[in-house]
Structures are given as structure tokens and as C-alpha cells.
């Protein structure tokens, strides 16, 4: 799957490229609008989505879009933007843009909706996630360890197949926070740790090994 | 008095009744002087008119005094006559202080109030000299003006002339006149302040007039409208147009600060986006240095910190311009306060406070912002677990009775001073003393100020009630109707 990201800032650019490159993608990144437009809509063109920022040097990410719908591409087109507000959101949906994700974001959730733009989550994330003896159905979200039925919250649920996700790395708390909560929200109070104890008590209790380990001062990891 | 219009009516009418009052006692007083000195002239050429009977009558017939059979003396019966037809109180004495002479009037007196009238006609010492006075015959009685004079050119038979008018017709001048000035003032002065009221009013009509136009204005939405200019260049003129080059600047603050306000997204979160970009990139690489991880993570807190407070000022910003903007949505009410309980749950645990969530049995369903919603819910629920020390309780409630959907977070906390009471919802308003005390970092000072907001954005109210050391109960109270309209 072949994705044309168009963004003139290179942070952001290149940490777009490389996420989607690790989640699987192929990534092309353009730095203008003029560029994205040539390549997007020339012939042969073989892309299968866009990542478009709205405020781009000369061409405008508006122009573009419109530009591009004008021409009859299809593309879906997921907008970046810095403008939250409302009547901003509907008006690039307006122009055409297929979805957007309001800057900063975390990639988590660039990813997500990524994803569902591209209508293939199967193979990006594989509906059963397995640790040792852990499994989780992100299909039926049912949670097993040994075979033996595991009751979750939702907070819990959705704690657990973020580190189930990326086992084997460290997820820091903020990162997990972000994902189960929403972006903004920032209760103070350590809430992941809370959610982790509740976990280890109904995941790791009497089992061997543990599979949910502590990294101290940063956040979680679930390995063996 | 409330309006300029009921001032100057006012001013106008206590105005018009005091000249007119003053005008009135000077009228009356120049004409009470003029009535008497035209009594007192009566009696004069009265007094003088009898001396100069008397003199002329003893020029022709010498003695004019006989006596009676009893030896009293009195008036030659012709020149009586003649002084009969004086009219008012006319007495003549004779040197030995005797009455020669009554005229009809003095005869109606009574006995005592005759000899009183006898014993004030004294002749006046100096020849040709007379006395004036004011005398009241009996305590109901006329009260007469009179004037006593001598008789020079008469012989040595008369004493004294008593001529007397009286004033009870001069009275009834005055009594008329003062009746008229009544009558003049109500028919005058109560017509000309209700005209006077009248004309406040419509001098003050364009007042009110430009009054409504611009409070339709300044709603924050038509800031492009202008008041109409009068035709006249008169005072209103002026005030209509400082008005509208005030709204010019204002509308260009506006237009300013919303640029102001986009710029900031911009330049402000693309920065942000950068440095979470790498952090992120940094912290979940495999096999990085724990060393390295720790900070990191306390940087991706902190820009997620400035991030929220970043999104809370735009979004007060976009408020205070009217411009609130709702993505509504039908949303049971019940998801988004459950969804939000278990966090509520999670953060009670972690700090040792019981919690109790209530829900309705029926779904809520609510045509309502999910997110702004959701934040509501979670701040207020927050609040309460930071603020209720351990072994506390935090009851929320979500419940819907027939117009109102009413959202309660209750907490046995530390309460808020009255004193600080009507400022929570103000922005970056922190009691210092109590409030901060316990919770484990300050918030960033705008979480009510955003609840409120969304409360209000929605229709809905919010409310606080608090007792120090007994705790806080935050109230909100969502209008029901929305769902069909969406």
C-alpha cells in the first residue's frame, strides 16, 4: 500500500514517513504542494491514500484538495491540520479530505485512522494479539490467559492491547494515557498505574512468567 | 429616578410649580397693598368729605349742635340728613367727647361695641392731623380700617370724625384671587408636565432606539452592522457616529484576534508537533536506554500539558467571540458519564476515596457535543477524587426528570471558601490556600472555566454548592429539547 504523505515541515514529515514505513507502508514525502499535486495526480500514478497538511507553502493543502477532486482523483485524503475549530474541520471535509487529525497528534492516532482510511486493519494488526499464554480478540475483545477467561473493564481492556500491541517495547505512561484516554485528558494522578495493578491482579497473580513488567519512571512493558 | 427622561420631567415640573408659586405670591401681595390702600382712600375722602359738611354747614348756619329735652346734644336734623347718605362707619363727636352723629351702619352695632367705637374717637392732639388704625369690633365681628379726624373749620362744636370701612370686602377680593390662582395652577400646570413628560419622552426616543440597535450588534456575531445616522447633525448625530467608529475598532480587534487566534494554532502546535514527533519517535524505539526514557516520557507530559492548555485558551478564545462551535450528536447520556465513572473509579482507588455512580434505568439520549461532554464529565469527576481527602465519597449522579437532563458530582471534600464561591468558574482562578494543598500538581487553572462553557454552549447551566470541610456539589443541568431539533 503506497501512501503519499505532502508536508513541508521535515519533523513532522520525516516522523510521519517513518512510523507508517514501520507499521508496514510504503511512504512517499513531498516537501510542496505543486510536487504532491504532479505526483498524485500524473499519469501512472499509484498511490492508494494521502497525508496532506493544510498550510503548505505556495499551493495551500485547500488548493490541492481542490485541485485534486477537481481532476477526478479519487485518493483518499487524510488532512493534517493545526486548526481545531469546527467550522475549519467541516471545511476541508467539504473540499473533499476523506478524514483529518488535528496537530500535535500522537501517531497512535495518525495510525488509526490510517488504517481505517485504507480498509485493511487485518494486516496491519493481526485480530488476536498472543503473549505467552495471553491472548486478546480485539474482534469479540475477549481476554484469555491459559485458556481461562479474563473479565476487563474497558479501561483495562484497552490498557492491555496497547502493550499487548507493541510487546516487547516499552510504552511510557503518557503514550498509554493518550491511547485509553482521550488525547487531552491529563488526570495528574499516576491513572495507569491504578489500571496496571488491577491488570497484574487478574493477569499475573500465581502465574508464571509475569508477563507485565514495570519500567521505572517511564511506563510499561508486556513481554515474557 | 431611573431614566433621563423622569429627571428631566421632574426638574422640569418642580421648575415650572416654583416659578408659578412665586409668581402667585407676588400677585397676591401687590394686590392685597392695592386693595387696602384703595380702603383706606375710601375712608380718608369719607372722613374728609363729613369735615367739609360740617365746615361748609357752619359757615351758613352757624351753631349746628341742639340739645334735647334731656340736655343731649346732637346734630342739626338737616345737616344729618345730609351725612346719612355717607355710607361705611361715620361717628361725630362733640368737644366734650359726646356722639352727635352714627351712620346707619355704626347704629346696627350692638350697645358695647358702640361705646368701644365712641372711645377710639379721641381727637388727634395736632390740628389737622388724624390717626389711622385697624380695629376688630367683636371677636366675630367686621373688623374695620378707620381713620379719626378733627374738625378745624368748624367752630369749637365738634370734637372728632370716625370714618371706618369694612375690610371683609376687600377680603373677599383676595380670597377670590387666591382661589383663582388655585384653579389657573391644576387646569395649567398639571397639563403642561404630562406634555412636558411627553416631550422628555420623544427627545429620548432616539436614545432608546440606538440603545436596542446596538446591544443587537454587540452580540459578537454582526459586528460588521452600523447604527443608522440621524439626519440631523445634532447631539445624537455625534453619538451615533463615535458609536459606530467604536464598533470600527472593535470589529478590527475582533477580526484581529481571530487571526490571532488561527496564527496561534498554527505556530504554536506545529512546534509542538515537531518536538512530540521525535519524543515519541525517541521513546519507542527498541532498546533504548532506560536513563534516556525517563526523561523523555516527562517531556512528552509536558508537551501534552502545554497542548491541553494550548487547546483550552483557543477554545475560550473561540467562546468569548460567540463563535462556539458543537459537533452534536444524539449520545446516550449514560455511555459518556459511565465511561467516565470508571476512570472516576480508577482515581478514586488510587487515592483511597469511595466513589458511587448512579445511572437511570432508560437511556438519555441527548443531542449533545460527545467530546466537550465527555471532558465535562471527567474534569468535574476528577475535581472531586483531587479534592476529598482519603477515606472521603464522591457520588455521582446522572438522572433526567421532563425538561432537564441533570448531571451531580457530589464529594465530602474540603469544600471551597464562600469567599471564592462565585470565582471558580473564572479563568486560572485557583484558591491557593486550600485548594492546591492537597492535589499532587496544579491544574492548569482553566478546567471550570471550560466546563462552564460547555454547559452554556449547550443551553445548559452549571452550578456550585460548597461548605468548607463539608464539600462540594457541582450541578449541571442540560435542556432536554434539544434532541428532536437534531
Known sequence: ?224 | MESIRGRLTLWYATALILSIAVFAVVLYFARRSATYQDLDRRIQSEADLTAGILAESYRARGTLVEKDTSGRPFLTAEVAAVLEVVPDYLLVTSRDGRLLFASPDARALTFGEFEQLITITQPPTGAGSHTTGRYRVAPNGPTLHYIVRAVPDAGDQFGAIFAGANTRSAELQLEQLVLTILVAFFVGVVPAILVGGWLAGRAMEPVDRMITEVREITDGRSLHRRLAMPMARDELARLAETVNQMMTRLERSFAALRRFTADASHELKTPLTVVRAGVERAITRPGMPQEALAPLEETLQQVNRMTELLDSLLTLARADEGRAELHREPVDMREIVEEAGETGELLAEHAGVGIEIRLPAEPLVLAVDRSRIRQLALNLIENAVKYTPRGGQVSVELAGNDGRVVFTVADTGIGIAPGDLPHVFDRFWRADSARTRTSERAGTGLGLAICKWIAEAHGGTIEVQSRPGRGTTFTVGLPRTETSSH
Do not use: C
Request: glycine share 8%; aromatic share 6%; charged share 30%.
Open chain 1, 1 to 224: 500500500m503506497k501512501i503519499l504523505v505532502i508536508e513541508d515541515d521535515k519533523t513532522v514529515g520525516e516522523y510521519v514517513r517513518r512510523g507508517l514505513d514501520e507499521a508496514g507502508y510504503h511512504v512517499d514525502l513531498v516537501g510542496d504542494g505543486d510536487e504532491g499535486l504532479r505526483r498524485a495526480s500524473g499519469k501512472g500514478s499509484s498511490y492508494d491514500m494521502m497525508v496532506l497538511d493544510l498550510r503548505l507553502p505556495r499551493l495551500s493543502g485547500i488548493e490541492v484538495l481542490r485541485t485534486l477532486r477537481d481532476r477526478g482523483v479519487g485518493l483518499p485524503v487524510l488532512v493534517l491540520t493545526a486548526q481545531d475549530s469546527v467550522d475549519f474541520k467541516v471545511q476541508a471535509l467539504r473540499m473533499g479530505a476523506d478524514d483529518y487529525v488535528t496537530k500535535p497528534f500522537a501517531f497512535e492516532e495518525l495510525l488509526a485512522r490510517v488504517e481505517a482510511l485504507g480498509r485493511r486493519p487485518k494486516a496491519i494488526a493481526p485480530p488476536t494479539l498472543k503473549v505467552n499464554g495471553l491472548v486478546l480478540d480485539t474482534g469479540s475483545r475477549e481476554v484469555t490467559r491459559d485458556g481461562k477467561r479474563i473479565e476487563l473493564t474497558p479501561k483495562e481492556y484497552a490498557v492491555l492491547e496497547y502493550l499487548m500491541r507493541h510487546q516487547g517495547r516499552v510504552m511510557s505512561r503518557t503514550l498509554i494515557t493518550e491511547y485509553a484516554w482521550d488525547y487531552h485528558f491529563d488526570p495528574g494522578t499516576n491513572i495507569v498505574d491504578v489500571v496496571i495493578t488491577r491488570l497484574r491482579k487478574k493477569i499475573d497473580q500465581a502465574k508464571e512468567p509475569k508477563l507485565i513488567h514495570t519500567v521505572r519512571g517511564v511506563g510499561y512493558v508486556v513481554r515474557t
